[in-house]
């Protein structure tokens, strides 16, 4: 399998990088200058989402930009998608509220 560029590490200590394409389980992606190089996606990772670079433990810091930008909800396995189903925010309490795929409430009923 060829693989290319379609992830990028911000930040050395980032334990996440952001998929620059979607990215298919399998599917193996260089990581930019990352010390990793390359990495294979678990699951299906949509375009400007994270990708774990390492396993995270349960209330971990996940890291990108080089601060943390949140805390792990439940294990996260390397090479799987990172997002609301399995981080909360750490500058958002409301992130882990918002559904999953369209950002849009639960918490509130619109009419």
């Not at 909800?73 to 958002?92: A, F, P």
Request: with cysteine; glycine share 6%.
């Amino acid at each position: 399998m060829t693989e290319i560029q379609k992830a990028f590490q911000i930040m050395p200590s980032d334990n996440v990088a952001t998929a620059l394409a979607p990215l298919a389980p399998g599917e193996v992606t260089l990581i930019g200058d990352s010390p990793l190089r390359s990495l294979e996606a678990v699951v299906s990772i949509p375009a400007g989402h994270k990708i774990a670079l390492s396993d995270i433990d349960e209330d971990q810091p996940v890291i990108k930009y080089g601060v943390v930008i949140g805390k792990a909800t439940k294990q996260i396995r390397k090479g799987t998608w990172v997002h609301l189903h399995c981080m909360k925010s750490v500058y958002d309490e409301r992130s882990s509220h918002l559904d999953v795929m369209t950002g849009a409430p639960l918490d509130i009923r619109y009419e």
